[in-house]
């Protein structure tokens, strides 16, 4: 899924989502591989660690990781409560149904507008 996909994804995404995750971590290049045929799938992080697929979708944290890896050493801030929202830069605030949610949307954006990820 390309970025602008995976946004409005997440715009209409009530809650966590697994298949969203896995887009988003396969955008900034996580891989999955076969060790053997017929073998359960593992996934290699983007410097090649075998990882799972973070919860960018459920976990602040991992959502702070996700907009780390789109764009290293860039501010931004998220709001929680009844309306949550995020923003990156001068990206534009983004809204969320969770905290997480509007990060990875923030991100996404701000990744977009500075041309960082497609």
Request: glycine residues 8%.
């Amino acid at each position: 899924m390309r970025a602008n996909e995976l946004i409005s994804s997440l715009e209409g995404a009530s809650g966590p989502n697994r298949f969203i995750d896995t887009q988003m971590a396969i955008l900034i290049g996580f891989k999955k591989f076969r060790p053997v045929p017929d073998s359960n799938a593992v996934w290699h992080s983007p410097d090649g660690i075998v990882t799972n697929i973070p919860h960018f979708t459920r976990s602040i944290h991992e959502a702070k990781l996700f907009a780390e890896m789109v764009l290293p050493g860039h501010v931004g801030a998220v709001t929680w409560g009844r309306e949550p929202t995020a923003q990156i830069n001068n990206s534009g605030i983004c809204e969320g149904a969770t905290s997480p949610i509007a990060l990875c949307r923030a991100a996404l954006l701000a990744g977009l507008q500075a041309r960082a990820i497609r």
